[in-house]
């Protein structure tokens, strides 16, 4: 397997990092497998540094993108998603677009919620691993990559959502979206509010796919240098931010980093400690559960409660409201997903709960499938 080693700064291209921890034998993959033997899966240890001069927070090591990628792991499934989906669609409304190039959209939420409001609008969705057919978008089935050469000039607006946090060198992403982007035009996405996952404790910051921490001071700063003018944001509860820009002439002004060593770095060393902590506790809840025990959330959320040291010798199995993991296994682990409503009329069964924003969305479910359940936090 080869790593690219990032021991530079993305933000100034400087040496100037400080390790700040490192989990060992951590699962390459997020998602869920058929194979139900764990014995061949991929396990590498995973170490986060923090630029001293700016404070952003980088994976040192880079894995190779078909190891990470080996599936769509992310249907879109629940209400914070739809709704998600539904309000960055509106938020894209307002700009009135009327040839939108998507870039990375697996689904077609976005593209079919406002397809089916504004239909004289054309939409085109550069996806490798699409998981829907829609006559009414036209799907390049390929990467988004420095080689992407955009042949249409009718594009007015470039959107993407939940993509950027992925990219290994978001610099380089924007940049190449200028490239091909004219005055005028807009580049509009949405992307997770990193400062308010980190904060909240959230497993689902950083991570093989969320390789660095894009606070958003961090953005602001790549689209200045990339002439993108903010026209606006907009924030989703603590899930998200929306970004509305438009492309402009690059100003020759000296644009400042941003200096976020001490503030993001306590930030990080809070998240740790917290897991921790967290991980003692449910451990002695776990010990002294006399009954069965499932984890929630077929995804980051448990690799990394399994990585921080939960006991897992009398966890059954995970409970995911996705089809397309049920029945599979989450890799990393020997743990088969099932559907919640595996749990109704059961007795003495326990759910070990730590999934972000999702929190209240998942107990109200879980507790009208079965008001019995304990939920571990």
Known sequence: MKKILRNKSI??????LEQLYEFKKFPVFMGCVDNLDDKND???????SICRDTGIIQLDELLPLDLIYQNQHNDGVGKIWQEHYVSFAKFLEKFNPKEVLEIGGANDFIANYYLERNPKTTWTIIEPHPLFKNKKIKIIKRWFDESFVLKSKKIDTIMHSHVLEHTYEPIKFIKHIAKFSEEGSRHIFTIPNMVEQLSRKYTNCLNFEHTLFLAEPFIDYILRINGFKILKKSYFQDHSIFYATEKIKLNKEKITL?????????????????HQDLINSLNKKIDKFDGDIYLFGAHIFSQYLLEFGLNKKKIKGILDNSDLKNGKRLYGTNLIVKKPETLKGR??????LKVGAYRNEIIKQVKKINPNIVIFE
């Open 347 to 352: 007795k003495n069964v326990a759910i070990i």
């Open 11 to 16: 933000l100034t291209g400087k040496n100037k």
């Open 42 to 48: 991929i396990n590498v240890d995973m170490s986060f």
């Open 258 to 274: 941003p200096k976020k060593y001490s503030q993001y770095k306590k930030l990080f060393s809070e998240f740790v400690k917290y």
